[in-house]
């Protein structure tokens, strides 16, 4: 009988399992709840004199980008984006960087007002790509820019607050804007198929981000 012995163990009683799964179901709730406001932030820099636009974002979101700017005190705004990935020979334009600034101007911005920093189309990690494109511009032309708020949109705005501040860090502080969303309700977000894709697949990118170092 040497191969086997009795022991006391301690367990949950019912009363106790019904108290911990209360407070798992409390916490998914709290968390479920809590989460797009939480990828979805905005902190702007009240002092920042450039405003940087993501350029894939959707047009509702550059009227947002154009309002920014004519209610702020910005000197200019630079426009950052990849290459068209669909309808790129049909394509007047070719990168996404041109759309946003064509399209700003139309909605009233200064074309004197714009720059257009095309980055390179890469098959992961764009938003760093396109964070280390833009600093690289920004040394190699010495523009005098102390602050930048970038505007994004909706669930994408804390990743990308995430990797652009570490990256231009410390020479330049970055704030953040997030353009609302409408292609769902951000305070149900968990009752629309687009809703439920975009925050999960967004808070995961984040706890991606979070572990990698994103310096030059």
């Known amino acids: ?11 949950l009683t019912a009363q106790g399992w019904a ?11 709290f968390v479920i709840r809590n989460v797009h406001s939480f ?3 905005t902190s702007p820099i009240k002092s920042a004199d450039t405003l ?5 974002i959707c047009d509702y979101a550059l009227e947002q980008a154009a309002g920014e700017f004519q209610t702020g005190s910005y000197r200019q705004i630079i426009t950052i984006g990849s290459k068209v990935e669909q309808g790129f020979y049909l394509a007047e334009y070719q990168n996404f960087a041109e759309i946003a600034a064509l399209t ?17 189309s890469v098959a992961k990690d764009r938003t760093n790509a396109s964070a280390a494109a833009l600093l690289q511009y920004i040394s190699e032309k010495n523009l005098p ?18 990797i652009f501040r570490n990256i231009f860090a410390p020479k330049i502080q970055v704030g953040i804007i ?10 149900k977000w968990w009752s629309s198929s687009e809703g439920v894709r975009v925050v999960i697949s967004e808070a995961i990118a984040y706890v991606y981000a979070k572990l990698i170092s994103w310096k030059l």
């Open 1 to 11: 009988m040497w191969l086997i012995k009795r022991q006391e163990i301690w367990t």
């Open 19 to 29: 108290l911990c799964l209360a407070i798992l179901a409390s916490n998914l709730f």
């Open 39 to 41: 990828l979805a932030v």
């Open 52 to 56: 940087v636009i993501d350029g894939w």
């Open 104 to 120: 700003l101007a139309k909605l009233g911005v200064p074309q004197d007002k714009l720059i257009i920093v095309p980055t390179p």
């Open 145 to 162: 820019i102390e602050s930048i708020n970038l505007l994004t949109i909706d669930a994408h705005g804390r990743r990308s607050w995430l």
């Open 178 to 187: 997030s353009a609302k969303t409408k292609n769902y309700d951000p305070q």
